[in-house]
C-alpha cells in the first residue's frame, strides 16, 4: 500500500487532484500543513490533534499530530465512514475562512493510503505454500499411522 496525493493547493485553491473520488472507511489519511515558520512546533502540544480534528470533522479521525521541521504540520488519521475526498477538501475550506487562520497556512496536502496488497505478493505465497506443505505432511501422517487395521493371521 502506497500514499497517494489526493488533493493539494493552498487555502484558495486546496482542490482534490482526481485521483481517488471516495475513500472508504479505515483508510489512513495524511494532511500536510505547510505554516509560517516557526508556527509548526504547536503541534508538539498536547492535546494539538483534538484542535486539528476541529478543522476536519468530515468523517475523519486524528490520531497523531506532529511537526516535521518549524513550518510543516502533519496530521494522521482514518477515515471514519465513506467519505467522499470533496468533502474534506470544502470542510477544511470552511473551517479555515470561518477562523480567520488561511492567513498563516501556505500550502496543504491530502494523502490517503490507497491499494490492496495483491494476491501474489511474496508474503502471501510464502504464507500459503507453508500452510499447504504442513497439511500435506500431516494428512500423509494421520494416513500412514491410522491406515487399514492389520488382520490376524490365522
Do not use: C
Not at 482526481?18 to 498536547?46: C, F, M, R, S
Amino acid at each position: 500500500m502506497a500514499w497517494e496525493l489526493v488533493a493539494q493547493g493552498t487555502p484558495d485553491t486546496f482542490q482534490p487532484t482526481g485521483a481517488i473520488d471516495d475513500l472508504p472507511h479505515g483508510t489512513q489519511i495524511k494532511l500536510e500543513v505547510d505554516t509560517l515558520p516557526g508556527l509548526a512546533y504547536l503541534a508538539n502540544i498536547w492535546g494539538a490533534e483534538w484542535v486539528i480534528q476541529q478543522f476536519i470533522a468530515a468523517d475523519v479521525t486524528i490520531t497523531n499530530a506532529y511537526s516535521v521541521g518549524n513550518n510543516r504540520v502533519v496530521a494522521e488519521g482514518y477515515v471514519s465512514s465513506p467519505v467522499a475526498v470533496t468533502t474534506i477538501v470544502l470542510v477544511v475550506l470552511a473551517v479555515l475562512g470561518i477562523g480567520g487562520i488561511a492567513y498563516i497556512i501556505h500550502e496543504l496536502r491530502l494523502w490517503a493510503k490507497t491499494g490492496v496488497p495483491g494476491p501474489w505478493d511474496l508474503a502471501t505465497i510464502v504464507k500459503w505454500g507453508a500452510i499447504g506443505a504442513i497439511g500435506m505432511l500431516g494428512i500423509k501422517l494421520a494416513s500412514q499411522l491410522l491406515g487399514e487395521p492389520r488382520r490376524a493371521v490365522k
